[in-house]
Structures are given as structure tokens and as C-alpha cells.
């Protein structure tokens, strides 16, 4: 019978693995949108990125988890990937419309 930190540690691995997913709705939103990507907080989401780096660190370098360690550094990675997506849509849309960030209209995705 596997142990309780057995068990943990693949829900750990399942849960976070399956968190990769569930980031493509949002990404997939950021590329979509005409508007900037601006109702998507790159502060938010930079924070999230650095959480996951961080504790993709401490399990390498402390916890000596390579499962945790790939599963960490794969959310640091969609996270990262959010971030310079809705950057590089705020910067077009900044270009597009001259300098002047408007609010999407309403209703407008």
C-alpha cells in the first residue's frame, strides 16, 4: 500500500500536471483578443511565474524532486509565455492605435 506521502506527492504531480491545461483558455483569450489583452493582469500572472520558478528551485536545489522540479518549471513556463503574449499584444495595440490604449467596447471580446 502506497504511503500518505506517496499519495501527496502524485496528487501533487497530477493536479499540477493538469494545471498546464487548464492555462491554455487564457492564452488562447490573450491571442484572441483585439483590445490589447488589457482585462489580463501581466502583474498577476508575472507574480505566479515567479512563484512557480521559485518553487521550481526548491525542489531541485532542496527537496532534490526532479517530478516536482518538471512540474513546476512547466508552469513557470505557460505562465511566462501568458506574460510576453499579453505584452506583446498591448504593445500592438498601443502601436495601432497611436499611442492611446481605449477601452474594448462593450461586449467586445
Not at 19 to 32: G, T, V
Not at 42 to 54: K, N
Not at 92 to 107: D, F, I, K, Y
Request: contains cysteine; charged residues 10%; aromatic residues 12%.
Amino acid at each position: 500500500m502506497p504511503s500518505t506521502v506517496d499519495l501527496v506527492s502524485w496528487l501533487f504531480v497530477i493536479t499540477n500536471t493538469f494545471r498546464l491545461f487548464a492555462y491554455l483558455p487564457q492564452i488562447m483569450a490573450a491571442l484572441k483578443c483585439p483590445h490589447g489583452a488589457g482585462a489580463i493582469s501581466r502583474v498577476t500572472w508575472s507574480y505566479f511565474a515567479l512563484a512557480h520558478l521559485t518553487g521550481h528551485f526548491y525542489s531541485r536545489l532542496v527537496l532534490h524532486d526532479p517530478k516536482m522540479s518538471a512540474v513546476l518549471l512547466g508552469n513557470f513556463l505557460a505562465c511566462s509565455s501568458l506574460v510576453a503574449i499579453v505584452t506583446w499584444k498591448k504593445i500592438r495595440h498601443r502601436v495601432a492605435t497611436g499611442g492611446v490604449m481605449r477601452p474594448a467596447p462593450l461586449g467586445a471580446e
